[in-house]
C-alpha cells in the first residue's frame, strides 16, 4: 500500500538535493519550510536571495539554512555556459543567447541538475508545464531505449476499507497527440509507475467505445495500442479498446465485455490524447476527491517533475518527495 513513509525512509538512508525553480513562491518556501525542519531532502532555491528572505518572513516561513542561488551572481555561471553551448551546438546557441536563455530559472536550475549540483529538480508552481518540461527535454533528454518522455499522475483516496484507492492516469501532461506506438510505450512506464505505488497495475486503454461497439478512427488507435501492448508485455492485464465505466464498474463491465480480466477492476488507464487525459485526472481530483500527485515524468533521464499552477504548499511538499525519492 502506497504511504509517504516509505519515500521518506528512503531519502533518509540516501538525502538528496532539490531544487525550486520559482524560489520566491510562497507555496515553494512553505514545502521547503517543512523539508529543512527534517533533514532528508536539501532544498535549493533559485532566485534573489533577499527577495526570497522577504517573502518568507512576509509568509511567516523559517527557510534558513536553504541554499539560495541566484542566476545573476553565480560563480560557475561561465562554466554553465559552456556545457549548455556544448548540449545545444546542433542548434548554433551562441555564448550571448547562452546567457539570456541561462538566465531564467527554469533552464538554470535544470542545468544544476545537469551539472550535478542537484539531484532532482521540481518546477511549475508558476511556469507553464511546457516551460518546465522544455528544458529538461532539451538538456536531459530520454533516457536510454525510451523513445519519449511522457508523465503520469497517481491519485490517491482514503477508501471505506481504511486503505488508500491508488490510481495511475496516463498521459495527461506532455504528449498531445500520442501514437500507438507512443501510447505502447506510455503504458509500459505508467505500469512500471504504479508499481512503485503499490499498485498491482491493470492497464486500461480508454475509448467512447468498448471492444468494437463503437467505430471511428480513435477507437481503431486505443484497439490497436492496447493489442500491441498485449504483444509487447505479455505479463501485464491489459484490456482495450474499453470506456472508463466498463474499465472500473463491474456490474457495467459483466454487461460490456464479461470475459475481461481487466473490466471492472482497472487502476492504470490509457487515455488517448492530452485533452482527455487533463481534463480525466482534473475529474478526479476536484469532483472526486483523489489526491493529484504529478505530473511525474516519465522516461526522462534524470528526475524532474512539473506542478499544477493549481498546486498547494503541501502538494509541492509531497512532489518533493517523490521526485527524488525516486531519484
Ligand atoms: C512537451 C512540449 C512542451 C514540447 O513542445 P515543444 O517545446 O514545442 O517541442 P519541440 O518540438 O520544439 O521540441 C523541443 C525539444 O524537446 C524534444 N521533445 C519534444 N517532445 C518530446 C517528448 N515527448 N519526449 C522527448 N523529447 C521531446 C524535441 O525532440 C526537441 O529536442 P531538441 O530541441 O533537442 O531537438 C509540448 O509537447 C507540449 O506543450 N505539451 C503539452 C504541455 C501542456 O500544456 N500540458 C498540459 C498541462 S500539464
Ligand atoms: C498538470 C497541469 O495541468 O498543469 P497546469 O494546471 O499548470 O496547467
Redesign the pocket.
Known amino acids: 500500500m502506497f504511504g509517504f513513509g516509505q519515500l521518506i525512509d528512503i531519502l533518509k538512508k540516501s538525502p538528496k538535493k532539490i531544487v525550486f525553480t520559482e524560489g520566491n513562491d510562497p507555496r515553494i518556501l512553505e514545502a521547503a519550510s517543512r523539508l529543512l525542519a527534517s533533514n532528508f531532502l536539501h532544498p535549493i532555491l533559485v532566485g534573489n536571495e533577499e527577495e526570497i528572505y522577504a517573502v518568507a518572513s512576509e509568509s511567516g516561513f523559517n527557510i534558513r539554512g536553504a541554499q539560495i542561488i541566484d542566476p545573476k551572481n553565480y560563480d560557475h555561471f561561465d562554466e554553465m555556459v559552456d556545457l549548455f553551448c556544448e548540449l545545444?551546438k546542433?542548434?548554433g546557441v551562441t555564448p550571448e543567447q547562452a546567457r539570456g536563455i541561462l538566465s531564467q530559472a527554469n533552464y538554470f536550475g535544470t542545468m544544476l541538475v545537469k551539472m550535478g549540483v542537484a539531484d532532482a529538480l521540481l518546477g511549475?508552481a508558476t511556469y507553464?508545464?511546457?516551460?518546465t518540461?522544455?528544458p529538461a527535454?532539451?538538456?536531459i533528454?530520454?533516457k536510454p531505449g525510451?523513445?519519449?518522455?511522457?508523465?503520469c499522475f497517481i491519485l490517491v483516496r482514503p477508501s471505506a476499507t481504511g486503505e488508500n484507492e491508488v490510481l495511475a492516469m496516463s498521459d495527461?501532461?506532455?504528449?498531445?497527440h500520442p501514437t500507438e506506438d507512443?501510447l505502447v510505450e506510455i503504458a509500459g512506464e505508467s505500469a512500471a509507475c504504479a508499481r512503485i505505488f503499490g499498485v498491482d497495475p491493470k492497464v486500461a486503454f480508454l475509448s467512447y467505445s468498448t471492444l468494437g461497439s463503437g467505430k471511428g478512427e480513435d477507437v481503431d488507435k486505443m484497439r490497436n495500442a492496447a493489442a500491441k501492448a498485449k504483444a509487447k508485455y505479455p505479463e501485464l492485464p491489459i484490456e482495450g479498446e474499453i470506456q472508463f465505466d466498463a474499465a472500473v464498474a463491474p456490474r457495467v463491465a459483466r454487461t460490456k465485455c464479461p470475459e475481461s480480466e481487466v473490466a471492472g477492476h482497472a487502476n492504470t488507464f490509457i487515455f488517448p490524447d492530452?485533452n482527455a487525459g487533463?481534463i480525466g485526472y482534473k475529474i478526479a481530483q476536484r469532483l472526486g476527491n483523489f489526491d493529484a500527485y504529478g505530473?511525474i515524468l516519465l522516461?526522462?533521464n534524470a528526475p524532474i517533475n512539473?506542478l499544477?499552477r493549481g498546486c498547494n504548499a503541501s502538494e509541492v511538499y509531497s512532489m518533493a518527495i517523490i521526485t527524488a525519492a525516486l531519484a
Open positions: 545545444r546542433s542548434k511549475g507553464s508545464t511546457a516551460d518540461v522544455r527535454l532539451q538538456l533528454k530520454t525510451n523513445s519519449i518522455v511522457s508523465s495527461c501532461a506532455i504528449n498531445i507512443e492530452i487533463n505530473p522516461g526522462l512539473d499544477s
